[in-house]
C-alpha cells in the first residue's frame, strides 16, 4: 500500500510562487506515474501534472505549462510541483496521486496532449493540501 503525503500549501498572492511536495510513506518512486490535480469549490478534479519517474518524462495541463513545474528528488521518494505566477484561479485543494509500479498510468499523451487525467488511471490518493491565490 502507497502512502502518499502532501506539504507546502498556504495562501499568497497574485504572481507570488509556491512549491508543493508529495512524499512517498515507507516507498520509492522507482517506476511510477506520479500527479498532481486540483479541485476547487463546485468545480470537479483536474489534472495539473505529471511525472513518470522511470524516466523523467513530464506532461502538463495547458493550463498551467510555462508556470508549473513538476520534479522528483534525487532519492525517488518525493515529488515536487514548483508554482509560479499563481493567479486566483489556481485556487484550489492540491491533490497528490500515484499508479501502480512499472506501469504507465496516466503518463502518456495523445494527439501531443496529456490525456492521463481521467481519475481511473490512478490508483493511490493523498489528502490534499490548500493553495489560496488572492487578487
Known amino acids: 500500500q502507497v502512502q502518499l503525503v502532501e506539504s507546502g500549501g498556504g495562501s499568497v498572492q497574485a504572481g507570488g510562487s509556491l512549491r508543493l511536495s508529495c512524499a512517498a510513506s515507507g516507498h520509492t518512486y522507482s517506476n511510477k506515474c506520479i500527479g498532481w490535480f486540483r479541485q476547487a469549490p463546485g468545480k470537479e478534479r483536474e489534472g495539473v501534472a505529471a511525472?513518470?519517474?522511470?524516466?523523467?518524462?513530464?506532461y502538463y495541463a495547458d493550463s498551467v505549462k510555462g508556470r508549473f513545474t513538476i520534479s522528483q528528488g534525487n532519492a525517488k521518494t518525493t515529488v515536487y510541483l514548483q508554482m509560479n505566477n499563481l493567479i486566483p484561479e489556481d485556487t484550489a485543494m492540491y491533490y497528490c496521486a500515484a499508479g501502480e509500479e512499472g506501469l504507465p498510468g496516466g503518463c502518456f499523451t495523445y494527439g501531443g496532449s496529456w490525456h492521463g487525467s481521467d481519475l481511473g488511471y490512478w490508483v493511490y490518493w493523498g489528502q490534499g493540501t490548500q493553495v489560496t491565490v488572492s487578487a
Open positions: 511525472i513518470y519517474t522511470g524516466g523523467g518524462r513530464t
